[in-house]
């Protein structure tokens, strides 16, 4: 018997992380805006099995599989993430299945033989859920030939996020030392956003090249570990944002909320990025041997940033269309 769209759905998320413990990253981005929509027709739990980054991360992955093998308990749905779809076959749960999945390249992981012969598990347990969701067409396309149910549920924003004073910029640059020559931002500092690549080709350059968050690869860059708010700040100071991501990317939150601060954006359109750089007219690098020209390109052309911020801005991306679109493919896939 079907819940009816007038019936409470009850929803198990499994293995959400909670609170601030992993703050980097758009698919934990992502999870906070799914763990934070309200309403009347269903009840969203956090089971909580998290994944512990201390100590040995094959031993720790292990564990934590492990501990998903054991999970057990009723919803009338699970949403799941990469590692709860491993489990799927082998766990004692009940109930429908949603999987969300951002982008699946374990290239530039630290143990991509291992990784990728838990794809191959992960590709087959998808046959068995009732939803997959993605976040770009690039990943929709890519899945089609495993599973018959894909939605595209885009990442949102919180477009007063992105309202900034010409002072508070003034203000920000003043406090970080980024005064009398332009901010190249590079993106996170972490070897697969291609940041080591991009500041070889671009350290010539007079400058500030700039990188984000825990400095996981000794580039001599000017690196900012910072808060949310001065991150946007540092986006809407930038004259040029590169995103040269490596790997097949999900979507590239950083290119889109740079977007959404007009400033331009050259990446390398890996994976659901080129969605996102086509869709706003931004700059698409496939050659880091190419990236100065185009660099130097937008650093002339700061309109293009406009183009950017009118395609990132759109109705698809804003926290309401998240939210209805979440809410829709619960009540569907829980009244079958």
């Given at each position: 018997?079907?819940?009816?769209?007038?019936?409470?759905?009850?929803?198990?998320?499994?293995?959400?992380?909670?609170?601030?413990?992993?703050?980097?990253?758009?698919?934990?981005?992502?999870?906070?805006?799914?763990?934070?929509?309200?309403?009347?027709?269903?009840?969203?739990?956090?089971?909580?099995?998290?994944?512990?980054?201390?100590?040995?991360?094959?031993?720790?992955?292990?564990?934590?599989?492990?501990?998903?093998?054991?999970?057990?308990?009723?919803?009338?749905?699970?949403?799941?993430?990469?590692?709860?779809?491993?489990?799927?076959?082998?766990?004692?749960?009940?109930?429908?299945?949603?999987?969300?999945?951002?982008?699946?390249?374990?290239?530039?992981?630290?143990?991509?033989?291992?990784?990728?012969?838990?794809?191959?598990?992960?590709?087959?347990?998808?046959?068995?859920?009732?939803?997959?969701?993605?976040?770009?067409?690039?990943?929709?396309?890519?899945?089609?030939?495993?599973?018959?149910?894909?939605?595209?549920?885009?990442?949102?924003?919180?477009?007063?996020?992105?309202?900034?004073?010409?002072?508070?910029?003034?203000?920000?640059?003043?406090?970080?030392?980024?005064?009398?020559?332009?901010?190249?931002?590079?993106?996170?500092?972490?070897?697969?956003?291609?940041?080591?690549?991009?500041?070889?080709?671009?350290?010539?350059?007079?400058?500030?090249?700039?990188?984000?968050?825990?400095?996981?690869?000794?580039?001599?860059?000017?690196?900012?570990?910072?808060?949310?708010?001065?991150?946007?700040?540092?986006?809407?100071?930038?004259?040029?944002?590169?995103?040269?991501?490596?790997?097949?990317?999900?979507?590239?939150?950083?290119?889109?909320?740079?977007?959404?601060?007009?400033?331009?954006?050259?990446?390398?359109?890996?994976?659901?990025?080129?969605?996102?750089?086509?869709?706003?007219?931004?700059?698409?690098?496939?050659?880091?041997?190419?990236?100065?020209?185009?660099?130097?390109?937008?650093?002339?052309?700061?309109?293009?940033?406009?183009?950017?911020?009118?395609?990132?801005?759109?109705?698809?991306?804003?926290?309401?269309?998240?939210?209805?679109?979440?809410?829709?493919?619960?009540?569907?896939v829980g009244s079958y």
């Open positions: 018997m079907g819940l009816g769209r007038t019936m409470v759905v009850n929803i198990g998320y499994i293995e959400a992380p909670k609170g601030d413990k992993w703050k980097v990253g758009g698919g934990n981005a992502y999870r906070k805006s799914l763990l934070s929509l309200e309403s009347d027709n269903f009840d969203l739990e956090s089971m909580g099995i998290l994944f512990n980054k201390n100590g040995n991360k094959i031993l720790q992955g292990f564990k934590t599989l492990s501990n998903l093998l054991y999970f057990k308990g009723q919803k009338d749905i699970w949403i799941r993430d990469y590692l709860s779809t491993l489990t799927l076959p082998f766990d004692r749960t009940l109930g429908k299945n949603i999987a969300i999945v951002h982008h699946l390249d374990s290239n530039y992981l630290s143990y991509p033989l291992i990784c990728k012969s838990m794809d191959k598990l992960y590709y087959s347990n998808l046959k068995s859920v009732d939803l997959l969701v993605v976040v770009s067409n690039y990943w929709k396309e890519h899945f089609e030939s495993y599973v018959d149910n894909i939605k595209i549920i885009y990442n949102c924003f919180n477009m007063n996020d992105f309202q900034f004073t010409k002072e508070e910029i003034m203000e920000f640059k003043q406090k970080y030392n980024l005064l009398d020559k332009p901010i190249i931002y590079l993106g996170n500092c972490q070897k697969s956003k291609g940041v080591i690549e991009a500041y070889n080709e671009l350290k010539s350059m007079d400058a500030y090249l700039v990188t984000s968050g825990q400095k996981r690869v000794d580039i001599p860059a000017i690196n900012l570990d910072l808060n949310y708010r001065d991150y946007l700040r540092l986006l809407k100071a930038s004259s040029v944002v590169v995103t040269m991501s490596l790997f097949n990317e999900g979507w590239c939150r950083t290119a889109h909320e740079a977007m959404l601060c007009k400033t331009p954006v050259v990446g390398s359109g890996n994976g659901g990025m080129r969605e996102l750089l086509e869709g706003g007219k931004q700059i698409i690098c496939e050659n880091f041997l190419d990236l100065q020209k185009n660099v130097e390109y937008l650093l002339e052309s700061p309109e293009n940033g406009k183009y950017g911020f009118n395609y990132a801005s759109q109705k698809r991306f804003t926290q309401e269309c998240f939210q209805k679109e979440w809410i829709d493919s619960f009540l569907e």
